[in-house]
């Protein structure tokens, strides 16, 4: 490209005008607009599905079908856009230059869309990992590696040609935010594939289940906490027109944060067959976290010191200060429920269910539409088009996050306090597990309202927001900003600056600068010196868990008489997970009490060694399914799955009649054993070739069996028979060591 005037003059003044891509933060925040909608929207009918069971419509909208698409709508789709909206406006402004690469800018929008796309069409056919905030199976998650990688580079490529000397705290967090989730998803998704579609994980039991909430908390903490607390430390300075309060604060919030939280996964499992030691030690560093979240909190809201009296014009302040106070609650329940003697109540209960959208709804979603509120008027270069509007979306979604989550707090505890009842003669006080669902329909009712309520602020946002589109001049022009020419670089008219190169003695003369001006000041001014620290930060914590659990045997003692599923057991196990049934039932019986009595024998660790991947679950809208094998006859289940009704009244389970009806497909099933026999399951040479003939054996054992028992006869080439064979399986490994002690090594 020809040097122009403009650009001797500028390199003459030692001046340089930056001209900021602001195409590509508008994209990504219509992105968050449509998917938000679209996710919350299934989310509403997902509650309705709880509340009124007649609204599971269909194989393909089943509420096992939706809900890991709700939870990857609103996440990655709705929260992920808005986060990627964020850092790419506020990194060129505090970095005072543009994203490096426009290309990569456009291939990260287009590729998550891409990506968000996929999992709308795969989740609801039923391909899924099962694993929560993991659902997606190995081809989408290696479109998700590639997109961000792209992301990365341009992001780190931005900083290492920035006009500032110093990094803004926003940018720790995104720095934090990219490194962090790139070792939590490759490590979580590590995979045997065995056709397109399926996959099974390289962890099995116990191992699963830790990696898997060392993953899930920490998608928590690292893709809805800490990229937030980014736009918090931009944003909302901005729309107060305050500084920040404290960087001092602001230092010891981010690496005492990113230190602690990835430590706190293990606490989603006390009481579980995960050894004690790990449990614990996740519920110290949870407590331990709501410190640095407070922390946090306390510097986000006394940036408003002095200017509280804005909030009562400004509805972006309301959205900021509600949000920030939401994060502030949910991280103080977060660390209260990771208690042990709380989590015994707690766990597999609509509590969480609360727990977890007081901070999605309440700290992202109002953080989110924040941002928006500021940012649309200025990226389409015009006025906000109505503020009424806008305060009436604040108010009625306050209304709705506070009827959802009081609805499922109460829940909640109702659920556990039920559970655990015992009445005067030592007996469980409710032993059917359907006498508890019907104590909670008015709550699921409530929490329909309010998440609709929430819905309805969402659709006056859109109106809103778009009007104010409407509003915008024809031609948008990108901002820019003059800057001057910073002393160490050398400007280019056809390249970003680059260094130039230093003698020894103004290295030295730098370095005595910058430790003169504080070692954090000075770690500001090194990225790549920061980046390895937060990488060092975040990894020990993880390192300190998973390595003691994988490399010492004495935590998963073996039991002699757990054997690898038949190929009709895991061809169903397959079925069960692509239903997505482990969203309602658990299998996992904790050693307390009431379980044992109302489940049996609590689980053991050694129960789970060729179950990849775990289904542990961590919801019981219906009862725990470990010891389920042999407790009914198999025309039970078959009843049960045609319409659950038949056998459970009031039940909110949605039927499945299409597992009477569709084939049996057994193609694959060679190179599931294949798979799983790479990575340990003791399956044979003669097993694996004969694997469809033993199943197809089975099959037709099972339903001769169904079929003398009064049952509907051809059922040895449909489906149910395969899911039948999986569910009387579970707990007879079990139970065959209890008949011998001596085989249980425990």
Known sequence: MATTTADNQERATGVERVVFDDGVVRWFVIATLVWGFIGMAVGALLALQLAWWPSNMGEYLTFGRLRPLHTNAVIFAFAGNAIFAAIYYSTQRLLQTRMFSDLMSRLHFFGWQAIIASAAITLPMGFTQTKEYAELEWPIDIAITV???????????????????????AIWFYIATIVTVAILHIFNNLVVPVAALKSYPVYAGVHDALVQWWYGHNAVAFFLTTPFLGLMYYFMPKAAERPVFSYKLSIVHFWSLVFIYIWAGPHHLHYTALPEWASTLGMVFSIMLWMPSWGGMINGLLTLRGAWDKLRTSPILKFFVVGITFYGMATFEGPMLSIKAVNSLSHYTDWTIGHVHAGALGWNGFMAFGMIYWLIPRLWQTE?????????????????????????????????????????????????????????????????IGGSLYIVGVVLAVINLVMTMARAPKNLEDPSIEVPTPTWRISSPDAPSRPMPRRYDDLLAELDVRVREGWHRMLEGWPLVFTVLTTVAVAIGGLAELIPLMLVDSNVPTIETVKPYTPLELEGRDIYIREGCVSCHSQMVRPMRDEIERYGDYSKPGEGIYDRPFLWGSKRTGPDLARVGGKYPHLWHVRHMKDPRLTSPKSVMPPYPWLLEKELDLDGLDKK???????????????????????????????????????????????????VAYLQRLGHDLKEAKKNPRRLNQ
Do not use: C
Request: aromatic share 12%; hydrophobic share 50%.
């Open 384 to 448: 906000l088009y109505s503020n009424k509007l806008a305060n009436a979306h604040f108010w009625i979604g306050t209304i709705g996050i506070i009827l959802y989550v009081v609805a499922m707090w109460s829940a909640g505890i109702t659920q556990g306090l039920m559970w655990r009842a015992f009445d005067e003669t030592g007996r469980l006080m409710y032993p059917d597990f359907i006498e508890t669902v019907i104590q909670l329909m008015p709550m699921y009712w409530v929490r329909l």
């Open 673 to 723: 054993l294949e798979g799983l026999a790479m990575l340990g399951t003791p399956y044979s040479i003669k097993t694996i070739n004969g694997a469809q003939n033993v199943a197809r054996d089975q099959a037709k054992e099972i339903a001769k069996e169904i079929e003398e028992q009064g049952g509907p006869a051809g059922l040895e080439d449909k489906e149910i028979t395969a899911l």
């Open 147 to 169: 997109v961000w990688v792209i992301f990365a580079v341009n992001f780190f490529m931005t900083l290492r040609y920035r006009r500032t000397k110093h990094m803004y705290v």
